[in-house]
């Protein structure tokens, strides 16, 4: 398995110890260990049911855990309710995008700042425009009316409006065409660029990898591998299994 350089490792933003998640009497999620420090992108990559998305909903507290900690800025966060995550600083935009399709473009970015009492929405919704243009170009068209490749900007759009330390994005290119893909995987860079962190659970593992800080692979529920972005995009496993590669595993 790769190993991760720490000597001189900022001290984790999010720090995840023995995350164990079950649905009733089925297991899905086994003892996984991970961290997000300040300013990365760290991409979980994995096949459909290896327990991606449930990683994700127990840490904004959509599920409930079986067994283990979750910690962010060093304080307990496992616990909580979904909004005092929220509060805390981190968003979750959510596979299949979410939106609330009878309300537009601008009431949906709205809804992303409810916990929100201070002056500077409307700043903020003037900031996303620039980060998504086609938005503002359809800010009074409603949400179940833009294409699959908008409403993903839209959803992204939203989780930013509550100012996330944070970014929880769960499979941001999903169903999208290669030529959005890209413009997504932009998108992506250029939020992390204004300082906002990220985990990225994706199946294009290929642009992920290329993306990210640092790489977890979970089969089965489990970490099977983690290293840097392009340490585990060079792993002969994931070569063969994610990557298209030749080499056997």
Do not use: W
Not at 8 to 32: E, F, I, K, N
Not at 132 to 143: H, I, S
Request: glycine share 10%.
């Amino acid at each position: 398995m790769p190993s991760v350089e720490r000597d001189a490792a900022p001290a984790a933003m999010l720090a995840v110890q023995g995350l164990s998640v079950a649905y009733g009497a089925l297991a899905v999620v086994h003892d996984v260990s991970l961290e997000v420090r300040e300013g990365e992108i760290v991409a979980l990559i994995g096949a459909n049911g290896a327990g991606k998305t449930t990683i994700l909903s127990a840490l904004m507290g959509l599920v409930p855990a079986t067994a283990g900690r979750i910690a962010f800025d060093g304080a307990r966060f496992d616990g909580l309710a979904v909004e005092r995550r929220v509060a805390r600083g981190v968003s979750l935009v959510q596979e299949g995008r979410q939106t609330v399709p009878g309300l537009s473009v601008a009431e949906n970015l709205r809804i992303g700042a409810y916990l929100r009492r201070d002056a500077q929405v409307e700043a903020d919704i003037a900031r996303i425009y620039a980060l998504f243009p086609r938005l503002e170009e359809r800010e009074k068209q409603l949400a179940g009316s833009l294409s699959g490749g908008e409403q993903q900007m839209l959803a992204i759009g939203r989780a930013l409006m509550a100012r996330p330390r944070l970014l929880l994005l769960d499979e941001p290119s999903m169903g999208l065409a290669p030529r959005i893909i890209a413009a997504i995987f932009d998108i992506i860079a250029d939020i992390r660029s204004t300082g906002t962190t990220i985990l990225l659970v994706e199946q294009n593992a290929r642009e992920a990898l290329a993306l990210a800080d640092r790489a977890y692979v979970l089969e089965q529920g489990r970490i099977v591998l983690a290293g840097t972005g392009p340490q585990v995009a060079s792993d002969p496993a994931v070569l063969a299994a994610y990557l298209g590669g030749r080499h056997a595993a």
